[in-house]
């Protein structure tokens, strides 16, 4: 969940899905709808030459801050600044209730609850979603905004800093548990990285295994279909393998299997490349390009690596040293019906390549 309101320590606040960014906004409305609610039970319950510095207080500040809150929702900084305008949020309306319990007091020797300065806080903590380090602040100064309205006025009597403690020490327990949320978040985000990695990319080679290959081909050329660009799928098929797996043995086979994803980190070096392990042996590129050469070119750049690294093949037929076939399908996206069919054409392409002697390319 990469949300800047249920935050995670390795995403930046930068990005949101339209989904959050209305939670939020209604939750702001729900935040104005319940302190217009308690404005209606409050009046009956207040002094009635308290009235006009109430209403003044929720209806000219609280609401209003919680209006702007919503307006700067709508402004495109508002993801680098959303943290600093929740705290922001919480303490205003907060450090407001404080003037009116102060006013009430002052005015009318009435006392006016405090409950609001925990319902606040909770509010940013959990349903802004709060990083910690902004709940910790939001903490703090509510603890001694209200420690200082306390050394003020004694507005609770003997009850007085019994009420200060159950203030701080709410606030605390609402910090913890925001951390927590945090942890739990981060962990869940790490495991959720790791199971991505394991069920897309292929052990031994890191490069793209099949199933993450054939999504993501499917995608690049979906999207060069839609601009119709031009790509190409080579399929890549080291020669005897077989023989140099029974002559070396397995480990060294594995060797030559991560030499040869090596060599294709080497020669696709576009961002966006798409390099996987097809099965076994067998390899796929499917990158995107203006003209047909260039995919030659590259094709013989793969071959001329192998040439260049010279190991051994002892028991091969042909050359005695390991080299790679290659088939090549490419073309206009829109000239395919779909990736499966370039893929399709590719690998006969490479039988091709096999029949007429190996370490080679073929255009489809
Ligand atoms: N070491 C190792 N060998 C593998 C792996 N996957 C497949 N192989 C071996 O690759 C060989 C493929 O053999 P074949 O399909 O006959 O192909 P080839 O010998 O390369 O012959 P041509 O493709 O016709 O040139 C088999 O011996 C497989 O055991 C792997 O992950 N590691």
């Not at 054939?214 to 999207?223: I, K």
Request: overall charge negative.
């Amino acid at each position: 969940m990469s949300s800047i309101f249920m935050p995670t320590p390795s995403v930046e606040a930068n990005t949101v899905s339209p989904r959050d960014m209305l939670m939020l906004r209604l939750s702001i409305v729900v935040g104005g709808i319940l302190i217009s609610l308690f404005m209606i039970g409050d009046l009956q319950l207040i002094p009635p030459d308290l009235t006009s510095a109430y209403t003044t207080n929720r209806a000219l500040i609280q609401l209003p801050v919680l209006a702007g809150l919503l307006a700067f929702t709508f402004v495109p900084q508002f993801l680098r600044f959303a943290q600093t305008a929740f705290l922001a949020t919480v303490l205003s309306i907060t450090y407001a209730n404080y003037y009116l319990i102060h006013v009430a007091w002052e005015q009318a020797a009435f006392s006016f609850p405090y409950e609001g300065t925990l319902l606040y806080a909770f509010f940013g903590f959990f349903v802004f979603g709060m990083k910690f380090h902004y709940a910790l602040t939001a903490m703090v100064l509510s603890s001694l905004g209200f420690v200082g309205l306390m050394l003020m006025d004694s507005v609770y009597g003997e009850r007085t800093w019994m009420n200060a403690g159950f203030v701080a020490g709410s606030l605390f327990v609402g910090v913890i548990g925001r951390h927590r949320i945090d942890r739990l978040l981060g962990q869940l985000q790490e495991a959720n990285e790791q199971l991505v990695g394991l069920s897309t990319i292929d052990e031994l080679t890191d490069l793209f295994n099949r199933r993450a290959l054939m999504s993501e081909s499917g995608r690049l050329f979906a999207r060069q279909r839609r601009s119709n660009q031009r790509l190409a799928v080579l399929m890549m098929d080291l020669d005897h393998f077989k023989q140099f797996n029974d002559h070396y043995g397995h480990q060294q086979g594995d060797q030559a299997i991560r030499q040869q994803a090596d060599i294709m980190r080497q020669v696709f070096k576009r961002q966006t490349d798409i390099l996987g392990r097809y099965g076994g042996e067998e390899f796929m590129a499917v990158i995107e390009g203006e003209d047909a050469d260039r995919f030659e070119l590259l094709a013989a750049e793969v071959l001329k690596q192998w040439q260049d690294r010279a190991v051994s093949n002892e028991d091969s037929p042909d050359s005695k040293e390991l080299s790679c076939s290659i088939g090549i399908c490419q073309g206009l996206a829109t000239e395919f019906d779909s990736i499966d069919e370039m893929i399709r054409m590719a690998d006969e392409a490479l039988y091709r390549a096999k029949k007429q002697g190996r370490a080679r390319y073929v255009m489809a």
